[in-house]
């Protein structure tokens, strides 16, 4: 039997798939699998996820991994890939998709279309999954692991990092890309350095914190659009955000839904180091849910001691334990952000005492790397029996 699992992965930019990649390979190379990680040569945020040089295979192109994927093997496929390297790999290779997107509209990567089978990342996704007619669902969700193996390029305090993520296929974002340091040392000059600031300070009041990318999934604009009322009705909050935008338009539709917020809410951009970046705040704060396939940034701010505001629903209700964990509130596009108000009131009462994640044990186990580790096994071991078979 073979112990041989092979992994493909040609995103360019880091997120929560790169993240999970990483601790899916740390679980295979624990419970004594061998594995290649296939990557994109110019993708160089690899090196910050702690991953052995040894099972790294850098390519130039997608069409590149037919010649390093063996005939028979099984992969594991956590980004989209071109239909035509996909069919030529469906031929001679088990396909496995790593299915770390919900399904909230008929369409879908073609690599869940064409796998042999497709391994969700939380219930909510097998729900997606099964609503779209998927049949081929890997039975248990393959939730990942609490795992802050990263590599930080910095030590000390919180500094403000790139705001966005440029694509260079857009002549704005290229041009936006080489002006945007010139303009930030403008905007210091012009603001002064007390406006401006560069390291993060923690300031009076309820601190509620954004560590994501900001994406069209996360539907961060839409989300503070519905809470703007009770935000602005609540002085004492603050909004500090960590991550970079994926393009420019993201990073301008979010400016314009808190700019009536003005400067209680600032952006800190990409941090390599997300341990040092969730005690800064008292609350993660995340997006609206349909879209979500799990939150990561959900269990790492558990882990790390900080409990999480979120809508009532799926994927959160899979990954929050009500008053341990942190708070849910009704989505705010059914009742205006009234709930959220409420809950807002309640932070700021005298003598309240916030939720304390690192208590609920049996639940940070659930989602420990021992567990995920177990889970992959269990995945491979199945996998490998049916190929034989």
């Known amino acids: 039997m073979s112990r041989v699992i092979y992994q493909i992965n040609l995103s360019s930019a880091l997120g929560g798939a790169e993240v999970y990649s990483g601790t899916f390979t740390r679980a295979l190379l624990a419970r004594g699998w061998a594995t290649h990680l296939i990557t994109l040569r110019s993708a160089s945020f690899w090196n910050r996820l702690a991953l052995p040089e040894s099972v790294q295979v850098p390519i130039e192109r997608a069409e590149h991994a037919l010649q390093v994927v063996p005939q028979g093997a099984i992969l594991v496929i956590h980004a989209p890939l071109p239909r035509a390297v996909l069919a030529a790999l469906q031929g001679r290779t088990t396909l496995i998709a790593l299915a770390h997107q919900a399904l909230y509209e008929a369409r879908w990567p073609a690599y869940y279309e064409l796998a042999h089978q497709v391994v969700p990342v939380s219930r ?18 393959l939730y990942a692991a609490i795992d802050l193996a990263r590599h930080s390029e910095g030590a000390g305090q919180v500094v403000r990092g790139p705001l966005c ?39 009076s009041g309820l601190t509620l914190g954004i560590v994501s990318r900001l994406a069209p999934l996360k539907q961060f604009p839409l989300l503070f659009n519905r809470l703007s009322a009770a935000l602005r009705a609540a002085p004492h909050v603050n909004i500090e955000v960590f991550g ?139 996998l490998v029996s049916s190929v034989a078979a």
């Open 244 to 382: 970079s935008a994926v393009d420019y338009r993201s990073l301008r539709e979010f400016r314009e839904a808190v700019r009536p917020l003005g400067r209680r809410v600032r952006l800190w951009g990409h941090q390599s180091d997300v341990a040092r970046v969730y005690p800064c705040m008292d609350f993660l704060m995340t997006g609206l849910p349909e879209r979500e396939a799990l939150g990561l940034n959900v269990l790492e701010a558990q882990r790390c001691g900080t409990a999480v505001i979120a809508p009532r629903a799926a994927p959160f209700t899979e990954t929050i334990v009500e008053g341990s964990g942190g708070f849910f509130y009704t989505d705010p596009r059914e009742d205006g952000g009234a709930d959220f108000a409420r809950l807002l009131e309640r932070l700021a009462t005298p003598g309240f005492q916030p939720p304390a994640p690192l208590l609920d044990t049996d639940h940070l186990v659930r989602f420990g790397v021992d567990a995920f580790a177990d889970r992959v096994d269990r995945l491979m071991q199945s």
């Open 124 to 141: 909510h996704v097998i729900d997606t999954l099964t609503r779209h007619g998927f049949k081929a669902i890997w039975p248990e969700p």
């Open 165 to 203: 993520d440029w694509d260079s296929h857009k002549p704005r974002d290229r041009v936006m890309r080489r002006f945007a340091p010139l303009g930030t040392r403008l905007l210091r000059a012009v603001q002064g350095r007390n406006r401006f600031e560069r390291r993060f300070e923690r300031r």
